[in-house]
């Protein structure tokens, strides 16, 4: 089992910066990429970035590309989203996800943190 807890989230001005964060507990060792997600009002959850646990490697939504950066400190367990730049289209619920390494099957969320940008 895998345990996510977010921080992080509140409101902003456009043009504003929040960092976000996931703390990972439980079965670490299972987890081969962290990632962010979000969902706004009458919209589908999309994915935001990504970053895998072992090499690093991330990917971004085209929406966020240079403004947003996912880094990850191994020793705590944890995963950031450094939102820059933020507009009111990124207000959203944002939700961290654990991607099971190959074989393995889960689907663990964390609760959500809430992400409102003001114009």
């Known amino acids: 089992q895998v345990l996510l807890v977010e921080s992080g989230g509140g409101l902003v001005q456009a043009g504003g910066s929040l960092r976000l964060s996931c703390a990972a507990s439980?079965?670490?060792?299972?987890?081969?990429?962290m990632e962010w997600y979000r969902q706004a009002p009458g919209k589908q959850r999309e994915l935001v970035a990504s970053?895998?646990?072992?090499?690093?490697?991330?990917d971004y939504a085209d929406s966020v590309k240079g403004r947003f950066t996912i880094s990850r400190d191994n020793a705590k367990n944890t995963v950031y989203l450094q939102m820059n730049s933020l507009k009111p289209e990124d207000t959203a619920v944002y939700y961290c996800h654990a991607e099971p390494r190959l074989g393995i099957v889960y689907d663990y969320w964390g609760q959500g943190t809430q992400v409102t940008v003001s114009s």
């Open positions: 970053i895998t646990t072992s090499g690093g490697i991330t």
């Open positions: 439980g079965s670490i060792f299972s987890i081969n990429a």
